[in-house]
């Protein structure tokens, strides 16, 4: 998958999540979340907003990370 320059990719041994951030200041930028699949290939589950990326990361961190 190719990220742009501030985009962040978050991963766990289930689940990816990519970081798009709005392109404007006052926007809410977005975490999409990938679930692995049987072949190693990720495929699309959600998509949540948040403001900062510290939210986003501490979100993936105690949803995805493992957890489920």
């Not at 990220?3 to 709005?22: A, D, I, M, T, Y």
């Not at 999409?32 to 948040?50: A, T």
């Amino acid at each position: 998958m190719t990220l742009g320059k501030k985009h962040k990719l978050l991963n766990s041994e289930k689940f990816q999540g990519v970081w798009r951030p709005c392109d404007h200041r006052w926007g809410t930028s977005c975490l999409d979340i990938y679930e692995y699949g049987d072949h190693g290939e990720p495929y699309f589950v959600r998509s949540l907003k948040f403001k900062r990326l510290k939210d986003a990361e501490a979100h993936f961190e105690e949803k995805y990370n493992g957890k489920l």
